[in-house]
């Protein structure tokens, strides 16, 4: 009869990736220790999170990696002596988040507003009132990071000249740094280079509206946010049930207690991610004029006394129940945000100062929203100097919320009518505007190579070196552009 016994015990390892080993004790002194908690308040205990993590915890990498990087840029500036800011556009698709950073932002704004209108998982098109399924911003927060990566590997692989394969690549590169295509690559790898790598994971701030229901739903929905890769994520302070877009009417409050239990649900779910993630506190109580409830002594003294037929309280709205509502917030967020009507820059610094009297060096944010006529309110003058202005007075993100919604539809809007009068020559005179940009950076006119045919080439001939199937070279984009 055959022995099967083995000849020795096989090595079982001391630890697996994933293991979850930091205790209690350890968590609680990282949340003492670390200069990235100070001033942040947790109404649950280091305890709750390690009983909650379960013995593997997955890295989420790029949630980490962006929220590290969000938080760095929000603290290099946002002072009087250094009024700097970071800027954001609103992206609705992954091509825009690449153009985005391609021309030189620093981070992404990931608008609810844009998702229901264009880009949710139901297929409609819908007004912001979270209409759309919940994971449905999350998924376009994962399209954009997956439009990152592979505008990264790409780049990554038209920089690598040390293959003795890249005569056989379609988008190799040259040493001189141009493609074999024709195009030009913005770093290089070869030895020598004092190139610096273009960073393609700009980090994505992400819409949570008012969390899709109660805290359990806004700790599943961090939760999701964090897996697909967000790094900074923000509540507002509406009933979920009747959320409105912040420059809608009917807006409904909740109490003060109950948003800052929405706050602590989405800390609570970046903590036992061990995710780092930028929680963003909103209120919309500068316009919002009915409440759920007269629980909560912070809001008593704003109710009117009278009541709708929903059984809604009437509540005053106006920058006291703001700068209240913001104090009561400032604990529990990161960045706190005030949704306004117009741009109006007196009310943003009387905020910035209540807040700071109590909370000094409180970052804040602010949506420079298409949904004010700029030109109505300010002069040239003073929409060139708004933003600066903001900034001296900490507002250190800055953003455009639904900038994708409005620069998609304008485009082709434009190219549209005049293609309908004059046919090919519209056409030929946008084809010209993208060769005019290609001198500040532009790619995609070569949109080939811009979604990756170059990099999918690599990888054949990885497989097959004498491949004679390869598609970008002996195509007419090589041929012509």
């Given at each position: 009869?055959?022995?099967?016994t083995?000849?020795a ?18 968590l ?21 999170v ?23 840029l929000?603290n290099?500036?946002g ?8 800027s ?6 992954g091509n825009?988040?690449?153009q985005?950073?391609?021309a030189?932002?620093?981070?992404i704004?990931?608008?609810g ?9 139901s297929?409609?098109?819908?007004p912001?009132q ?6 449905s ?38 040493t ?19 190139t610096?790598?273009r960073?393609?994971l700009?980090?994505?701030?992400a ?5 899709f229901g ?11 946010m964090i ?7 923000h509540?507002?302070?509406q009933?979920?049930?009747e ?18 239990r929405?706050l602590?649900?989405a ?9 780092p993630?930028?929680?963003i ?8 004029t009915?409440i759920?409830?007269d ?11 009278d ?10 709205n ?8 913001g104090?009561?917030?400032a604990?529990?967020?990161d960045?706190i ?9 007196e ?26 006529n700029w030109?109505?309110h ?8 708004f933003q ?6 900490g507002?250190?993100f800055q953003?455009i919320t ?6 998609l539809?304008?485009s ?8 309908a ?14 060769f ?7 790619t ?12 999918f080439d690599?990888?054949?001939?990885a ?7 390869l ?7 090589a041929?012509?552009?």
């Amino acid at each position: 009869m055959t022995d099967h016994t083995p000849s020795a015990s096989p090595r079982i390892p001391a630890s697996r990736p994933g293991d979850q080993t930091q205790t209690a004790a350890e968590l609680a002194l990282e949340w003492a220790a670390d200069p990235r908690w100070d001033g942040i308040r947790r109404d649950y205990t280091a305890e709750d999170v390690i009983a909650l993590r379960g013995s593997v915890r997955e890295e989420r990498t790029l949630a980490r990696r962006g929220a590290e990087k969000l938080w760095e840029l929000v603290n290099q500036n946002g002072t009087a002596e250094n009024p700097e800011w970071v800027s954001a556009l609103g992206a609705l698709t992954g091509n825009q988040a690449v153009q985005q950073v391609r021309a030189g932002l620093k981070a992404i704004y990931l608008s609810g507003w844009q998702v229901a209108a264009d880009a949710n998982l139901s297929g409609q098109t819908y007004p912001d009132q979270s209409l759309y399924p919940a994971n449905s911003v999350p998924a376009v927060v994962r399209r954009i990071n997956n439009a990152l990566l592979r505008a990264d590997q790409i780049e990554s692989s038209e920089a690598w000249v040390s293959t003795p394969r890249q005569a056989q690549d379609g988008a190799g590169s040259t040493t001189d740094g141009s493609t074999t295509d024709g195009s030009t690559t913005d770093r290089s790898t070869t030895a020598g280079s004092t190139t610096e790598p273009r960073d393609w994971l700009a980090p994505i701030v992400a819409d949570a509206e008012a969390g899709f229901g109660g805290p359990l739903n806004a700790y599943e929905l961090m939760h999701s946010m964090i897996e697909a890769g967000a790094a900074g994520v923000h509540w507002e302070d509406q009933l979920a049930s009747e959320k409105k877009c912040g420059h809608m009417g009917g807006k409904v409050l909740v109490p003060t207690a109950q948003h800052i239990r929405t706050l602590n649900a989405a800390r609570l779910a970046a903590d036992v991610a061990g995710v780092p993630t930028v929680v963003i506190a909103r209120t919309d109580s500068l316009a919002a004029t009915l409440i759920t409830s007269d629980i909560d002594p912070r809001d008593q003294g704003f109710l009117t006394g009278d009541r709708t037929a929903e059984g809604f309280y009437d509540t005053r709205n106006g920058i006291d129940v703001v700068i209240a509502r913001g104090l009561a917030y400032a604990p529990y967020a990161d960045l706190i945000w005030v949704e306004s009507s117009e741009p109006d820059l007196e009310l943003a610094q009387r905020f910035a100062a209540a807040i700071h009297a109590e909370f000094p060096g409180k970052k804040l944010a602010y949506n420079c929203s298409p949904s004010f006529n700029w030109k109505s309110h300010l002069d040239d003058a003073q929409i060139a100097a708004f933003q600066r202005e903001l900034a001296k007075a900490g507002y250190t993100f800055q953003f455009i919320t639904l900038a994708g919604f409005h620069a998609l539809n304008h485009s082709m809007f434009t190219l549209a009518a005049d293609y309908a009068e004059r046919q090919m020559s519209a056409y030929v005179d946008l084809q010209e505007a993208e060769f005019a940009a290609e001198s500040a950076g532009y790619t995609a006119t070569r949109h080939q190579r811009e979604v990756g045919t170059g990099y999918f080439d690599r990888i054949a001939t990885a497989l097959n070196p004498t491949s004679a199937t390869l598609a970008l070279a002996g195509s007419t984009e090589a041929e012509q552009f």
